[in-house]
């Protein structure tokens, strides 16, 4: 009888255990020459040296299974032992897979164009209206790249700007004030990784979320960084950002011009890197719409709505100028002095 350890890295143990630890007793169970005792990520094993060679590659492929899937249950468990694992090629446009399992992939032309330039350049523009997905899109492509080891680490950013609202002073410490703006960065995170492991990545400084402010004198290298709101950016911070740029990195900046929440004064720092970096070569543009929009349906009619009554006030007021000018023109104007009374 010899004894082995297994270490399970990089693997979120509540998942691979599973509740009150049915997962591991079905392990057992498929097991019986072997006496398996689990402890946190080490799983010590006893028995029969051919079987814990069986045990340890399928512990492996399990392992595998649990950090591409983000789920694993009694029949996953079954099906990899017996060499019937999920089929991916099923998912062939899969990015990754939500907590639940479910696989995220692009849902329109638009938001496949995204995941084509992600794979071909290492920046990219993606601009479009509210629920077009650019969030959800680009840190799907973040978790997937630091998965695969792509990259090291994921660094989302938001300006702090208020969407037309003063909230006045936070309470809490400078992490506590500043998550009320990166909040549905959190979302999408918690959507794609387990909560332990999410937990995990951010203890360790894997995946950072910081204000845009937090950027100035980083050089970011080996990372997939992420721009969100960058419609709320002055021409000096999105500069700034851009050039935080290092080696093996990618960037996506994500914006919706029609939502610009900076005081009048102040011009889009979006508006003038999209002009002014248009034809860089090794830079991508993706320009999303209505069709693109896959929140609730009503979504998409809110956001036409808009559009038809911008464009209407345009309208309305390219012509009250000549109006006015007609109005003026009908008007006598006279010159001479005796018309003028005292």
């Known amino acids: 009888?010899?004894?082995?350890?297994?270490?399970?890295?990089?693997?979120?143990?509540?998942?691979?255990?599973?509740?009150?630890?049915?997962?591991?007793?079905?392990?057992?169970?498929?097991?019986?020459?072997?006496?398996?005792?689990?402890?946190?990520?080490?799983?010590?094993?006893?028995?029969?040296?051919?079987?814990?060679?069986?045990?340890?590659?399928?512990?492996?492929?399990?392992?595998?299974?649990?950090?591409?899937?983000?789920?694993?249950?009694?029949?996953?468990?079954?099906?990899?032992?017996?060499?019937?694992?999920?089929?991916?090629?099923?998912?062939?446009?899969?990015?990754?897979?939500?907590?639940?399992?479910?696989?995220?992939?692009?849902?329109?032309?638009?938001?496949?164009?995204?995941?084509e330039a992600f794979n071909s350049d290492d920046m990219i523009f993606a601009t479009g209206p509210a629920g077009s997905g650019k969030t959800y899109l680009s840190i799907a492509l973040a978790v997937r790249a630091l998965k695969n080891h792509h990259a090291r680490k994921i660094i989302l950013s938001r300006p702090a700007v208020e969407a037309g609202e003063k909230l006045g002073f936070l309470p809490g410490d400078m992490r506590e004030k500043i998550s009320p703006y990166l909040q549905p960065l959190y979302d999408a995170l918690e959507d794609m990784i387990p909560a332990l492991k999410l937990q995990e990545y951010m203890e360790q400084d894997i995946i950072q979320i910081a204000p845009l402010a937090f950027m100035r004198g980083r050089t970011l290298n080996d990372a997939v960084v992420i721009l969100d709101e960058a419609q709320n950016t002055?021409?000096?911070?999105?500069?700034?950002?851009?050039?935080?740029?290092?080696?093996?990195?990618?960037?996506?900046?994500?914006?919706?011009?029609?939502?610009?929440?900076?005081?009048?004064s102040q011009r889009s720092g979006l508006s003038t890197a999209l002009h002014i970096l248009r034809k860089v070569k090794g830079i991508s543009f993706v320009e999303l719409d209505e069709k693109d929009i896959v929140r609730h349906r009503l979504v998409t009619r809110i956001v036409e709505a808009y559009d038809r009554y911008k464009k209407e006030e345009d309208k309305r007021r390219q012509t009250a100028p000549t109006a006015e000018a007609k109005e003026s023109a009908e008007t006598p104007v006279s010159n001479n002095s005796e018309d003028i009374k005292d």
């Open 1 to 115: 009888m010899i004894e082995k350890h297994i270490v399970l890295e990089d693997v979120d143990l509540l998942t691979f255990y599973g509740v009150n630890n049915a997962n591991m007793q079905m392990i057992k169970a498929l097991y019986p020459k072997l006496r398996i005792v689990a402890r946190g990520n080490v799983m010590k094993v006893l028995g029969d040296e051919v079987e814990m060679c069986a045990l340890e590659e399928n512990i492996g492929k399990l392992v595998q299974h649990c950090n591409t899937f983000n789920s694993l249950n009694e029949e996953d468990i079954l099906s990899v032992i017996k060499g019937e694992a999920r089929d991916q090629s099923i998912d062939s446009q899969a990015i990754c897979y939500s907590v639940t399992g479910k696989a995220i992939v692009p849902r329109t032309e638009n938001q496949k164009r995204i995941v």
């Open 234 to 264: 002055t021409n000096a911070q999105i500069k700034m950002f851009l050039t935080r740029m290092g080696q093996n990195t990618k960037m996506i900046i994500n914006g919706d011009l029609t939502q610009i929440d900076l005081p009048p």
